[in-house]
């Protein structure tokens, strides 16, 4: 899994390591110039939400407690 910004023209989206197997309740994030995008994996067409980098930094160290 890519850890920063990815130099393409389309996000690429991944999926938490502690997903479930049947990906019924999932939300996938992708690093962008911006920040992270974050979507759910059952609509990957429909919306998504853009957070600073900063902002996902520390939901991930909220997290983590």
Avoid: I
């Amino acid at each position: 899994m890519s850890s920063g910004p990815q130099p393409v023209s389309e996000p690429v989206w991944f999926k938490s390591s502690y997903s479930g197997g049947n990906a019924t309740e999932c939300v996938e994030a992708a690093f962008v110039s911006a920040g992270v995008l974050v979507r759910d994996s059952k609509r990957p067409d429909g919306p998504s939400v853009a957070v600073s980098g900063e902002a996902w930094h520390k939901f991930l160290t909220a997290s983590a407690r």
